[in-house]
């Protein structure tokens, strides 16, 4: 009998996503195993658990995906499975949070795809704007694109200490150079729509959080996407399928064009799909996080 | 390579029913993946998870099951469920809390079966006794004998509890349109001489009617009994009876015993799980389903 493939799930939260379970079941796994409520200071252990019981040729037949929604609890996660293995026994980990570092890495690559299609220019130096900038996946993008080159500020809803809090956090953990504001009034999110090239919208499904009045005092806009597929759209005016299609609700931005939720969703899945399969395929053990999967993003872009 | 089948399991409780766990997998759900200590408000959310990753053909392969022990709680999470679907990203959902909507679906059907096989009649305006009756499979059976036409009262050890089940299943299950009644056991004698079916729904080893009791009721026609382990809960039906003459019955009743209910249970079960599988559109599963699908199971079978 050949020895079946198994992905050890582990989640900080009392479940493990059925989101990625059924990616996992998709991409070929034979056996997945849900391990929820995973403290941090479990994964030492849990690691070594699963590295040492199907011998040399058993972990390459053995992986890890580490979810929960908490994208710093994630990466922890993540530099922990690593210290734990003990080589020839080490198996391949994938981390993705709340599914935020694909995601994010798809909207990102596919708005700087625009970017250079529709503006001949990249993301270096540009004023980008990150909506929701405080969740997973605002984060995991406000991140990415800055490492890309561009200036940008995360904005939460509610709270200036939230967003430069994380701000400050991420900036150290990963090396970027966020900025983080709190923007709760239309007036608010007017003003920083101005004065931006970019704008992403992670906030929550079913918000809108710009609308048509708010997009007309943009100026110098040059392309948006939204990740949020229940209607109504986050920004007003992109549709789903959107992808470089022309933004009507900025008219003082000539030219602006949109990437909307489901040409997000494509690469995503896509980027996700092939991560967990090269799991188990690459000749080493791998350990994907969002570099990875913006390296990979932008090739599939 | 097909995408394979997949049923997300959702439980109230620490622990999905293993019984559970193998009738999906030998209905042909290949992956089983437990959710557990699930609460109401969770539901959506991991719901929505579950439609949006395996795109249009892949949702064709994806359901979920609600387990629990929480009859209430299970309707309302499948509603909530069902609520989540964001079409065409939606699954099928099948909930059996206990295992008692198709228990309780197996039972009636099998007393209308002998109603009709041996007294020519049907569950229409029959005076129905639930011994036993606030647990989930007899709240269960108590709707849906209501809402077939019969007169159905609750019996308990408590009245009170009595009467709190029965108001929940005549507003809840029954929306209103059901008057199912409630007593106390101590108003049991009363109501034996004019009982036409008895179930009882009890827990295992404790007899719930006596020899006696069963030879005071003259209009008895069928009484059924889900407890398999003995003594019975209904003296004189037998877990294997299944149709047969109870010894002691002045009206010539026949009992039901708790294998020949679990048979029909484990049929309507299965077929529930397949027709996750096999719909062509998704599929939204709870007692009344369970019951009309032992019903035609039922009639196949005749």
């Known amino acids: ?165 994380i701000a400050e956090e991420y900036n150290h953990r990963c090396g970027s150079t966020l900025k983080g504001t709190f923007a709760s009034s239309g007036a608010s999110k007017a003003w920083l729509v101005t004065r931006a090239d970019v704008i992403f919208n992670a906030t929550k499904a079913g918000i809108q959080v710009l609308d048509e009045e708010m997009l007309e005092t943009a100026e110098r806009l040059k392309v948006v996407g939204d990740v949020n597929a229940v209607p109504p759209p986050g920004i007003a005016g992109i549709k789903s399928k959107d992808l470089g299609t022309p933004l009507s609700t900025a008219p003082n931005s000539p030219g602006v064009v949109s990437v909307g939720p489901l040409a997000v969703g494509n690469i995503k899945y896509k980027l996700q799909n092939a991560m967990l399969k090269d799991l188990l395929q690459l000749d080493k053990p791998v350990y994907f996080d969002f570099h990875e999967a913006f390296t990979r993003a932008r090739k599939l872009v | ?187 049991l004698e009363k109501y034996l001489p004019t009982a036409d079916v008895v179930f009882a729904t009890g827990a295992a080893g404790i007899q719930l009617l006596s020899a006696e009791q069963v030879a005071s009721a003259p209009n008895l026609k069928v009484a059924a009994d889900v407890n398999a382990v003995p003594p019975p809960g209904i003296a004189g039906i037998d877990a294997m009876a299944d149709g047969t003459p109870i010894e002691g019955s002045t009206s010539g009743a026949v009992g039901i015993g708790a294998l020949a209910i679990g048979n029909i249970k484990y049929k309507a079960h299965q077929r529930l799980l397949q027709l996750m599988r096999d719909s062509a559109s998704p599929v939204y599963l709870h007692y009344d389903q369970a019951f009309a699908i032992a019903r035609e199971y039922i009639q196949s079978q005749s």
């Open chain 1, 1 to 165: 009998m050949t020895t079946r493939t198994i992905l050890h799930m582990l989640s900080p939260r009392p479940q493990v996503s059925p989101f990625d379970i059924n990616m996992a079941v998709d991409a070929g796994f034979d056996m997945i195993f849900p391990h929820a409520s995973v403290e941090p200071s479990q994964v030492y252990s849990l690691t070594q658990d699963i590295i040492f019981s199907r011998g040399p040729s058993g972990v390459k037949k053995t992986a890890i995906f580490i979810g929960g929604r908490d994208i710093g609890i994630a990466l922890d996660m993540m530099e922990t499975t690593k210290q734990a293995m003990v080589p020839p026994f080490e198996v391949s980990v994938l981390a993705d949070p709340s599914g935020a570092f694909t995601t994010a890495t798809a909207m990102v690559a596919l708005v700087e795809k625009q970017l250079r299609e529709h503006h001949g220019q990249d993301l270096q130096g540009k004023r980008a704007i990150v909506f929701g900038g405080t969740g997973p996946v605002g984060i995991s993008t406000g991140v990415i694109a800055s490492l890309a080159g561009a200036d940008v500020t995360i904005v939460d809803h509610l709270s200036l200490d939230t967003a430069m809090q």
């Open chain 2, 1 to 187: 390579m097909e995408k394979p089948y997949i049923l997300h399991m959702l439980t109230t409780e620490k622990n999905l029913s293993p019984f559970d766990v193998n009738m999906a997998q030998d209905a042909g759900w290949q992956v089983t993946m437990p959710y557990l200590c699930i609460a109401e408000s969770e539901v959506r959310s991991l719901i929505q998870d579950a439609i949006f990753s395996r795109g249009p053909s892949g949702v064709k392969r994806t359901a979920a099951f609600i387990g629990g022990r929480d009859p209430e709680l299970a309707v309302k999470m499948l509603n909530t469920a069902r609520e989540s679907m964001v079409p065409p990203f939606e699954i099928s959902v099948l909930a059996d809390p206990s295992g008692a909507f198709t228990t309780a679906a197996a039972m009636v059907a099998a007393a209308e079966r002998e109603l009709g096989k041996k007294f020519s009649t049907d569950l229409t305006d029959k005076n129905i006794i639930i011994l036993a009756g606030t647990g989930p499979v007899g709240q269960i059976a108590a709707v849906l004998c209501a809402k077939s036409g019969a007169k159905v009262a609750i019996f308990g050890r408590k009245k009170e509890k009595s009467e709190r089940i029965a108001n929940l299943c005549n507003a809840f299950f029954g929306e209103g349109n059901i008057q199912i009644q409630a007593q106390g056991n101590d108003e």
